[in-house]
């Protein structure tokens, strides 16, 4: 209880910031369709949010070994809170492009530095169970944002000053803190080339995720506008509520699929998982005009099988590294992560306007979920697991933070 006692600042800030994150997910791409932008420019413009955050991610290490993890974090959140606001001053798609970039760069310096600063701080014997409680406090935070702004226009002002007062509030906890900031990150250098040939199978489904989830998500209040037009509170209760069933299909099954993991190849399960998530998208992709239960059914489905392979691919990845390259391991995967994610939300956009079908936006999570379940099972046939006293035991991980590395109980 000690390790929990001294980071529940640091688990509030986080719960703060997805609380914040949550809304904006939700309300930006309902605005941008007020705005008149198309399903394709909405893709790019959630792109934006993706480059942002893979430029974060790439320079926080760097960020918090000259300013410290108070100062990353504090000019993060002012800056992002100040986006936030900015996007109702300024109604128009290339401001939000703007805003949108900036804000994918803050979060990923906020979480870093939350991150980071969490494994310095957790013993080695806690570090899983803490870090479990972090990300699903985190994701329950994520999935209720959205019903707090649930009813209101999407170009109203008061979701967008919701998110502001939300990552405003996420400054409390870490400026007053009075625990000490972690020691800096190390800078020990790892090409991507290297990271393909420890584990090619993760680098695979970790971009998948990005590509798959990120897309997919990007256009999910549009989509939901679309299939649930009877939600009462509009376009933005329809969102809220297709976000949840998503979140929470992934939040029930993340930790059976990963304790699976422990005991049948990792690329077995990823396989499973994606199949799983391709059947269901197959379904929403072929038949739009299902009841809204069955709907909502199908999205918590898609959810559970394509919102929790990424933690397993990175556990796989771990299994095949050394000790002392666990860190840049897990930095490597989240950047081939943001990758995914700045490719999917375009594809994703044109995906939703294809002509002859109303579904073409699960109907390419459905033929991205196949080829990743194919790809998943050639690696496995062309090379063998690792034996199950050299792996990892799998943990709740997201693709939150360059540093989530440091989060492992095998880096001291």
Request: proline residues 6%; hydrophobic residues 55%.
């Amino acid at each position: 209880m000690a390790d929990y006692r001294n980071v529940w600042v640091l688990i509030a800030a986080a719960a703060f910031l997805q609380l914040g994150g949550g809304i904006l997910g939700v309300v930006t791409p309902l605005g941008l369709e007020a705005l008149g932008v198309a399903p394709g420019l909405i893709g790019a413009v959630a792109a934006a949010h993706a480059v942002g955050f893979m430029v974060g991610a790439w320079t926080a290490s760097n960020a918090i070994l000259l300013f410290g993890n108070i100062r990353v974090f504090s000019s993060a959140a002012a800056v992002c809170a100040a986006s936030a606001l900015c996007m109702q001053l300024l109604l128009d798609p290339w401001s939000w492009t703007a805003a949108r970039l900036v804000q994918g760069a803050a979060f990923a310096w906020m979480f870093s530095s939350v991150e980071s600063w969490l494994g310095a701080t957790v013993s080695a014997r806690s570090r899983g169970s803490v870090s479990g409680f972090y990300h699903l406090i985190a994701k329950v935070a994520l999935v209720a944002g959205p019903f707090l702004v649930a009813g209101l226009a999407p170009i109203d002002f008061r979701p967008y000053i919701w998110a502001g007062i939300f990552l405003s509030l996420s400054l409390l906890p870490i400026c007053l803190t009075r625990r000490g900031e972690p020691p800096p990150p190390g800078t020990e250098y790892f090409p991507l080339r290297r990271l393909f040939e420890i584990a090619p199978a993760a680098v695979i489904a970790v971009f998948m995720a990005g590509l798959i989830n990120s897309g997919t998500l990007a256009l999910l209040p549009i989509y939901a506008g679309v299939a649930l037009p009877e939600v009462p509170g509009g376009a933005t209760a329809a969102a809220a509520l297709a976000a949840a069933a998503c979140w929470t299909g992934g939040l029930v099954s993340q930790w059976p699929a990963g304790r699976v993991s422990d005991y049948v190849d990792r690329r077995v399960v990823i396989a499973v998982m994606a199949a799983i998530s391709g059947f269901a998208a197959l379904v929403l992709g072929l038949f739009p005009g299902l009841p809204r239960s069955y709907i909502l059914i199908a999205l918590a489905v898609w959810g559970a099988g394509s919102l929790s392979f990424y933690g397993i691919g990175v556990a796989h990845a771990i299994d095949r590294a050394e000790t002392h390259q666990i860190a840049r391991v897990m930095s490597g995967l989240l950047f081939v992560w943001a990758v995914g994610s700045v490719v999917g939300p375009p594809l994703s956009g044109v995906a939703f306007n294809l002509p002859y079908t109303e579904g073409g936006l699960f109907l390419l999570a459905a033929i991205m979920s196949g080829f990743l379940t194919f790809a998943m099972l050639l690696r496995r046939a062309r090379k063998k697991d690792v034996p199950a006293d050299a792996q990892e035991p799998w943990k709740i991980t997201l693709p939150t933070t360059a540093t989530a590395s440091e989060m492992d109980p095998r880096v001291e």
